[in-house]
């Protein structure tokens, strides 16, 4: 499947790439409600027929993601949708997510079938950092430990020492920085300044972000919290500093929800992909969850706690996928041989 970082302009800095791909998604697709349940039935068959299990993320549309879980495949964050993945007997997997998820899919078990609802839902942390611009770096500090969040390509993963996810980027650089190494991060940089912050590592960022939660605003939550101010703030560490800072609990998509069960307030105001919505409402209905704002000063609204490609994932496309076995992911292997020792660092890291 062919990602299409490498068809914007070489020379454009990280964040042009990315506003110049957003000029380009298509409109969504939505399923007419009348056809829902007659899709889902179909698509339940085929599952089973074809001995597929579905994977798909917390940010997918609701009907994914419970189908999902009744035909015995998985919801969940990137770090246990790539070990569910690995472990899974079917030989086709879906994954309904965005390409980075695709490709660790494939990468870690080459001889399973990998394919994907759209082949356009890729990631403004992948997009903003292209290969050939993240060699040049690493070639630059070359005394540093190259770590990389997972929301990449696998050609940048090809490039790194380690992979992690938002649920252990936190521990991975701890436990590096008390080996004495010096970090060099992509592409996030407020993940990496949040962990940088958690654990006083040396860390060199690269300029990259998310498109939906950068847009969560300090003002927005305050706003909100004088209205609710008994409620507990969720953040995911995408988000900027000051919504950080405000956080109750910060962590990766399964870790929020977890936050949510055990938190005693009875309002969450969540700084995430509305997605998650679906199964933390499930985790603690007598709870209100409220959408932290993207609203206020400076907001663009781009996205709006909305991942424009997470919901390329539609049913159209799962049924197409299922059908007519579209959208395979290929990497190619020896970039796939290199990536699979970052990754693996990432597998068994306190397995
Ligand atoms: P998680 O690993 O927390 O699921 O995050 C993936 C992601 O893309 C968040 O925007
Ligand atoms: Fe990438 Fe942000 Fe979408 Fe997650 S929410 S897939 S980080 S653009």
Same mark, same amino acid.
């Not at 889902?40 to 579905?54: I, T, W």
């Not at 940010?59 to 964050?77: F, H, K, R």
């Not at 953040?235 to 977890?258: C, N, R, Y």
């Given at each position: 499947?062919?990602?299409?970082?490498?068809?914007?302009?070489?020379?454009?800095?990280?964040?042009?790439?990315?506003?110049?791909?957003?000029?380009?998604?298509?409109?969504?697709?939505?399923?007419?409600?009348?056809?829902?349940?007659?899709?889902?039935?179909?698509?339940?068959?085929?599952?089973?027929?074809?001995?597929?299990?579905?994977?798909?993320?917390?940010?997918?549309?609701?009907?994914?993601?419970? +189908?999902?879980?009744?035909?015995?495949?998985?919801?969940?964050?990137?770090?246990?949708?790539?070990?569910?993945?690995?472990?899974?007997?079917?030989?086709?997997?879906?994954?309904?997510?965005?390409?980075?998820?695709?490709?660790?899919?494939?990468?870690?078990?080459?001889?399973?079938?990998? +394919?994907?609802?759209?082949?356009?839902?890729?990631?403004?942390?992948?997009?903003?950092?292209? /290969?050939?611009?993240?060699? /040049?770096?690493?070639?630059?500090?070359?005394?540093?430990?190259?770590?990389?969040?997972?929301?990449?390509?696998?050609?940048?993963?090809?490039?790194?020492? !380690?992979?992690?996810?938002?649920?252990?980027?936190?521990?991975?650089?701890?436990?590096?920085?008390?080996?004495?190494?010096?970090?060099? !991060?992509?592409?996030?940089?407020?993940?990496?300044?949040?962990?940088?912050?958690?654990?006083?590592?040396?860390?060199?960022? !690269?300029?990259?972000?998310?498109?939906?939660?950068?847009?969560?605003?300090?003002?927005?939550?305050?706003?909100? +919290?004088?209205?609710?101010?008994?409620? /507990?703030?969720?953040?995911?560490?995408?988000?900027?500093?000051?919504?950080?800072?405000?956080?109750?609990?910060?962590?990766?998509?399964?870790?929020?929800?977890?936050?949510?069960?055990?938190?005693?307030?009875?309002?969450?105001?969540?700084?995430?992909?509305?997605?998650?919505?679906?199964?933390?409402?499930?985790?603690?209905?007598?709870?209100?969850?409220?959408?932290?704002?993207?609203?206020?000063?400076?907001?663009?609204?781009?996205?709006?706690?909305?991942?424009?490609?997470?919901?390329?994932?539609?049913?159209?496309?799962?049924?197409?996928?299922?059908?007519?076995?579209?959208?395979?992911?290929?990497?190619?292997?020896?970039?796939?041989?290199?990536?699979?020792?970052?990754?693996?660092?990432?597998?068994?890291?306190?397995?």
């Amino acid at each position: 499947m062919a990602l299409d970082s490498e068809k914007l302009l070489k020379n454009a800095s990280p964040r042009e790439q990315v506003r110049r791909y957003l000029n380009k998604i298509p409109i969504r697709s939505q399923n007419p409600k009348s056809d829902e349940a007659d899709t889902l039935k179909q698509l339940r068959d085929l599952l089973e027929d074809k001995n597929v299990s579905l994977i798909a993320h917390y940010y997918t549309n609701p009907a994914i993601q419970s +189908l999902a879980e009744e035909t015995g495949g998985i919801v969940s964050d990137s770090l246990e949708m790539a070990r569910f993945g690995q472990r899974a007997e079917s030989q086709v997997l879906i994954i309904a997510g965005v390409a980075f998820m695709g490709e660790t899919a494939k990468i870690i078990s080459p001889c399973k079938r990998i +394919l994907m609802p759209s082949a356009y839902a890729t990631c403004s942390l992948d997009i903003g950092c292209p /290969a050939n611009q993240f060699e /040049a770096f690493c070639d630059d500090n070359p005394d540093r430990t190259v770590v990389v969040y997972a929301n990449t390509s696998a050609a940048v993963k090809a490039r790194a020492d !380690w992979v992690v996810t938002s649920r252990i980027a936190v521990e991975v650089i701890d436990f590096l920085d008390s080996r004495g190494e010096k970090i060099l !991060w992509a592409p996030d940089r407020y993940l990496g300044s949040y962990v940088q912050r958690e654990t006083g590592a040396d860390m060199l960022l !690269w300029d990259g972000s998310c498109v939906v939660h950068e847009e969560f605003k300090v003002q927005g939550v305050l706003n909100m +919290l004088n209205i609710y101010p008994d409620a /507990a703030i969720l953040v995911h560490p995408e988000s900027p500093k000051g919504v950080v800072d405000l956080a109750d609990f910060v962590g990766s998509t399964s870790q929020l929800i977890s936050a949510a069960r055990e938190m005693p307030n009875p309002q969450l105001i969540v700084a995430t992909d509305r997605g998650i919505l679906y199964k933390m409402q499930q985790a603690v209905p007598d709870k209100q969850l409220l959408m932290a704002p993207t609203a206020g000063n400076g907001a663009t609204c781009i996205s709006c706690g909305d991942c424009p490609w997470m919901a390329m994932n539609t049913m159209e496309g799962l049924l197409d996928c299922l059908t007519s076995e579209k959208n395979e992911v290929h990497v190619d292997p020896l970039i796939a041989d290199k990536a699979m020792v970052a990754l693996n660092r990432m597998l068994d890291f306190k397995k």
